[in-house]
């Protein structure tokens, strides 16, 4: 069975930062792209970005690049997600997910959506 398991949301204020991760199980992760996603109430989900675990490669979309920062741990089979600066508007649930890297570009992955797997999705709060 495949699981991804997100974890470090919460509440943080203003100008603050969380780093968020994603572990993953029953999947080959070096085989595998993880993205992160979010929606806020009312909102359509948008992706923010995503990594390649064969090879490194990352990608961003525009509204996050140079605040937000993707990484992962392939010995751990887990992915971060650094966010600095929050503001309110980063207020939603954030989503980790996997697709396979092969096929698969990380541009297409993030701003489509279309993964195979799944987390649960954690809240992330930004109060003022």
């Known amino acids: 069975e495949v699981q991804l398991v997100e974890s470090g949301g919460g509440l943080v204020q203003v100008g603050g930062s969380l780093r968020l991760s994603c572990v993953v199980s029953?999947?080959?992760?070096?085989?595998?792209?993880i993205g992160w996603l979010r929606q806020a109430p009312g909102k359509e989900r948008e992706g923010i970005s995503a990594?390649?675990?064969?090879?490194?490669?990352?990608y961003y979309a525009e509204p996050w690049k140079g605040r937000f920062t993707i990484s992962s741990d392939n010995a751990k089979n887990t992915v971060f997600l650094q966010m600095n600066n929050l503001q309110p508007e980063d207020t939603a649930v954030y989503y980790c997910?996997?697709?396979?890297?092969?096929?698969?570009?990380?541009?297409?992955?993030?701003?489509?959506?279309?993964?195979?797997?799944w987390g649960q999705g954690i809240q992330v709060t930004v109060s003022s």
């Open positions: 997910a996997a697709a396979p890297a092969l096929g698969y570009g990380l541009g297409y992955l993030t701003l489509l959506g279309e993964y195979h797997y």
């Open positions: 029953g999947l080959t992760f070096d085989d595998h792209s």
């Open positions: 990594i390649n675990n064969s090879d490194g490669t990352t």
